[in-house]
């Protein structure tokens, strides 16, 4: 299984980060190519919690929340042609946050015929997300409270 793994330290707190972060909501907000994020479950963001997501070039599919441990840790999964499980970790460092994301794709069906070209893809986009992440979260912290 490839699993693209990228970091970024970010200028906040590690609180600030897995809030912003974990409610997957927020990709709305700094991801171009996030189209659709809807959460499907009542109440707060946790395990558990399930979103509705489109992005470009993508079909609809529907990620949940499988683990989450405020502020340090949470992990995706999602089905679909493309299986993907997401895990996110939050360090406290001298700077601010170092946010590693591990990005692990498992195709499925005629996926698997396209897979090494769509790792190219996402090896690209995922280095590119730290970046947007990184500028979205210290513009929110230097905003101050909304």
């Known amino acids: 299984m490839a699993v ?29 190519a996030c189209r659709e994020m809807e959460k499907l479950t009542e109440g707060p963001v946790g395990i558990g919690t399930k979103y509705r997501a489109k992005w470009s070039n993508s079909p609809y599919v529907e990620l949940e929340t499988v683990a989450y441990d405020r502020p340090r840790t949470w992990t ?7 299986e993907v499980r997401f895990t996110c970790t939050l ?9 590693t994301s591990d990005f692990a794709p498992t195709p499925h069906g005629w996926f698997r015929l396209v897979f090494p070209a769509f ?17 979205a979260l210290e513009r929110r912290v230097q905003a101050g409270p909304a």
């Not at 995706?76 to 493309?82: K, T």
């Not at 360090?91 to 946010?99: D, F, H, M, Y």
């Not at 790792?119 to 500028?135: A, P, Y």
């Open 76 to 82: 995706m999964h999602n089905g679909g042609p493309i």
């Open 119 to 135: 790792l190219r893809v996402m090896r690209r986009q995922e280095k590119r997300n730290m970046d947007l992440i990184k500028s």
């Open 91 to 99: 360090e406290p460092v001298a700077e601010g946050t170092r946010l």
């Open 4 to 32: 693209l793994k990228n970091s970024v330290v970010i200028g906040c707190t590690a609180e600030d980060a897995f809030d912003y972060l974990s409610d997957h909501r927020s990709e709305l907000e700094w991801n171009p």
